[in-house]
């Protein structure tokens, strides 16, 4: 009978000072959020520490927070900056390791560890196949990928992502273009197909950075 | 429908964002048209075999505990009518007001009792704002409320003897915050140090603890040892100085508690004897007081809030080398430094509040260009760390104060334009 209450109201009441509702939007987004910065990053740990920052940012706006735009749509930019400011960082780091020897060189930011990624719960081939499609995703520039992300994991339509990433909506749509394009080239030079995607992905197979 | 329109809207029908009637206006178009089938197949197949991407993941247990106990914290605050980190005052102080605001003397501080039935007097003193403060502490005098009572009319002012210890509880929202931030900026430099020959950075267990004094480091080392010429020679050189108090000359004990506020790790044995009891202000409770500035300049701006993030003195637990006076305009060179280390480092949080500063002293030293261009670094930088309505207060006050430095406002709206978060979406739009 009781409606389900909807991100918004949720959150006015936590600004009355009711932090149930807090809770209940946290578990809510907790997971897309998650999510979406795990596919993003391609980074476990780092991943729940941009997640938990961008809560603690909503926290710390909400008592501000006008219901100007969704929530969603706050929670996810916040989230996107900071996964934007930490591809920066990343990047410089990147150009710095190339100049580094040896060891110094890091290989790419996929959670390898075997086991974690499977869940039975889920069947075989998708968890196997995860981090391939994973390893494809972050060959993307961040522009596309973030895009890429955001409408097809996050959900959130073109028009909203082009709002959080300043850019116009034909600009996002173009850019989900060139990603969906990437990523089939990289699923493609992977050795995936949508016939061989059932199957087990050759071990070891490695993208190169586009 | 044509051609255009058609390969213009595949994606929208693929995702499901068109109404009815334009979804099969295109669906009927592909049906005629190979190239269009030709894309959407593709286009289908490759969401296919994404879809494992779709699949969501769940963040490990414990994840939610410290962001519940922050929500909770900060509900709690905001239901008491404060915003802000607390600071909790336990005991019997006359003007209780002032002596709270003398613990962390920026910002506006509102102190009143929360319960009066308490047989130990507990104040809230929110430190304004967002910007928010470096530190909460909690002071704690052995007194009853009773005795406080009876004592508020002539003894309470004379029963100054504090103890200053941090919260330590990591429900504060501020402090989870700045763990949040450390640990990034932990990470980030520790992959630089290992990388470089001679490291730049200090270990990152160091730096989560004190990263603040951390990222100042260079500077440490002389700035102690200038303070103690300073401390034993008695005069006022020119010393940079890192709490902004920038007042002039100021015997060095009344700057203690600015320093052992922003210390978020001091030591819980850490004693402030309280200077006298300050000239200024009113008794009231409710009264907003910032003692420590107050005591030695009577009118700052609410800016004073942001001074919150300004790095802690380094010797901390060491209150009499906290503040050392000097020109307006050389201690702003010094916190432009650390401001652009700290924005080297991502640190943009903090950067912010610095380069905030640094447009402080600018303006003391009748710099307008420069305090403009502080201004909008800051506006960059609080875009970059997400904090868009901090960003566009910052914005708005460079346009206020600054109107004829078109330059640096125009650089502000620029950062802003980038990281706005969405105005009023329009829900509908006209063809």
């Not at chain 2, 501080?109 to 003193?125: E, L, N, Q, S, Y």
């Not at chain 2, 270990?203 to 103690?228: F, G």
């Not at chain 2, 009118?299 to 010797?315: C, F, G, I, N």
Request: with cysteine.
């Amino acid at each position: 009978m009781a409606q389900e209450r909807t991100d918004e109201e949720l959150l006015a009441a936590y600004q009355q000072g009711d932090p149930r509702s807090f809770e209940d939007l946290l578990l809510r987004h907790r997971a897309p959020l998650f999510t979406f910065l795990l596919r993003m990053l391609g980074n476990r740990e780092r991943a729940e520490d941009l997640a938990q920052e961008t809560f603690l940012r909503i926290v710390k706006g909400a008592q501000a927070w006008e219901h100007r735009a969704r929530f969603q749509t706050w929670l996810f930019t916040i989230a996107r900056n900071l996964c934007v400011d930490q591809s920066r960082r990343d990047r410089f780091r990147r150009a710095d390791s190339l100049d580094a020897e040896g060891p110094g060189d890091e290989p790419p930011m996929v959670d390898s560890v075997p086991g974690q990624e499977i869940d039975p719960s889920r069947g075989a081939e998708s968890a196997l196949l995860r981090p391939v499609l994973q390893r494809a995703l972050l060959s993307l520039p961040t522009e596309q990928r973030e895009v890429f992300v955001l409408r097809e994991q996050a959900g959130v339509p073109f028009r909203e992502i082009a709002e959080m990433v300043g850019v116009n909506e034909n600009t996002v749509k173009s850019r989900m273009r060139y990603a969906l394009e990437g990523l089939r080239k990289a699923l493609a030079a992977a050795g995936v197909s949508e016939e061989t995607a059932a199957e087990e992905p050759a071990p070891g197979v490695r993208l190169g950075r586009a | 429908m044509t051609h255009a329109e058609s390969q213009d809207l595949l994606l929208d029908l693929a995702y499901g964002e068109l109404d009815a009637q334009r979804a099969a206006e295109v669906a009927s178009h592909v049906e005629g048209c190979a190239e269009c089938r030709k894309e959407k197949a593709a286009l289908e197949e490759t969401r296919r075999m994404a879809a494992p991407l779709r699949e969501l993941e769940e963040p490990s247990p414990g994840f939610d505990d410290r962001i519940l106990a922050a929500a909770r914290a900060q509900a709690q605050l905001e239901h008491d009518g404060n915003v802000g980190q607390v600071i909790e005052v336990t005991g019997s102080v006359r003007p209780l007001g002032l002596e709270a605001a003398r613990v962390d003397a920026h910002g506006p501080v509102k102190a009143r009792p929360t319960r009066r039935d308490r047989p130990r007097w507990v104040v809230r003193a929110a430190l304004g704002g967002s910007a928010a403060a470096a530190a909460a502490l909690a002071l704690v005098v052995g007194n009853t409320m009773e005795a406080r009572r009876n004592a508020e009319k002539a003894k309470a002012a004379r029963s100054e003897e504090y103890a200053i210890r941090p919260q330590t509880a990591p429900q504060s929202l501020d402090s989870a915050l700045r763990d949040a931030e450390a640990k990034r900026d932990a990470d980030h430099l520790e992959t630089l140090r290992m990388k470089t020959a001679q490291p730049p950075a200090p270990p990152p267990a160091a730096l989560e603890k004190e990263k603040v004094a951390q990222l100042r480091a260079p500077e440490h080392k002389t700035l102690k040892k200038a303070r103690t010429k300073y401390a034993s020679e008695g005069s006022g050189g020119e010393l940079p100085k890192i709490a902004l108090g920038d007042a002039p000359a100021l015997p060095p004990e009344n700057d203690v508690t600015r320093g052992q506020a922003r210390a978020p790790n001091a030591p819980a044995s850490a004693e402030v004897a309280s200077a006298a009891p300050s000239a200024a202000g009113s008794g009231s409770a409710q009264a907003p007081g910032r003692v420590a500035e107050a005591s030695t300049e009577s009118a700052k701006s609410a800016r004073d809030e942001r001074v919150d993030a300004v790095p802690a003195a380094p010797t901390r637990g060491r209150p009499a080398e906290v503040g050392v006076a000097v020109s307006p305009g050389f201690a702003a060179g010094g916190v432009e430094a650390s401001a652009q280390q700290a924005r080297h480092a991502g640190n943009y949080a903090l950067a912010a509040s610095l380069y905030r500063n640094a447009a402080d002293l600018r303006q003391r030293a009748k710099d307008v260009g420069g305090a403009a261009w502080n201004l909008a670094h800051a506006v960059e930088c609080l875009s970059a760390a997400g904090q868009f309505d901090e960003a566009r207060r910052v914005r708005d006050e460079l346009a206020r104060t600054y109107p004829s430095e078109t330059t640096a406002l125009s650089a502000a709206r620029r950062a802003l334009r980038e990281v706005d978060p969405p105005s009023a979406a329009p829900v509908q739009e006209n063809p």
